[in-house]
C-alpha cells in the first residue's frame, strides 16, 4: 500500500481558519445561482489576501480535491487548470 505523505501545517496559517469558513463549502440545502456567486466572491477575497494561497492551490491541485473554494479556485476553475 502506498501512502502518500503531504505536508498541511500551511493550513494553521490559513486566512480561511475561523468563523467564516463556512463560506468555504456550499451549505447542505439548494442555494440560488446568484447566492453561490456571492459566497464564492466573499470566499475568493479572503483567499486573495492569504499567505498560504499558493500552498493551498497546490494541495488543492494535488489531492484533487472535489469541493469548496481552495486557493482561490472554485472546484471546475480547479479541475481546469489540474487538466482532470
Known amino acids: ?8 501545517l500551511w493550513q494553521q496559517r490559513a486566512a480561511c481558519r475561523g468563523p467564516n469558513h463556512d463560506i468555504f463549502f456550499p451549505p447542505s440545502q439548494m442555494e440560488r445561482r446568484s447566492e453561490k456567486r456571492l459566497r464564492e466572491r466573499r470566499a475568493k477575497e479572503i483567499c486573495s489576501s492569504c499567505p498560504v494561497l499558493a500552498d493551498c492551490r497546490t494541495y488543492a491541485l494535488q489531492i484533487r480535491e472535489q469541493h469548496g473554494i481552495w486557493g482561490g479556485l472554485t472546484e471546475g476553475e ?3 487548470v489540474g487538466g482532470w
Open 78 to 80: 480547479r479541475r481546469l
Open 1 to 8: 500500500m502506498s501512502v502518500q505523505h503531504v505536508d498541511v
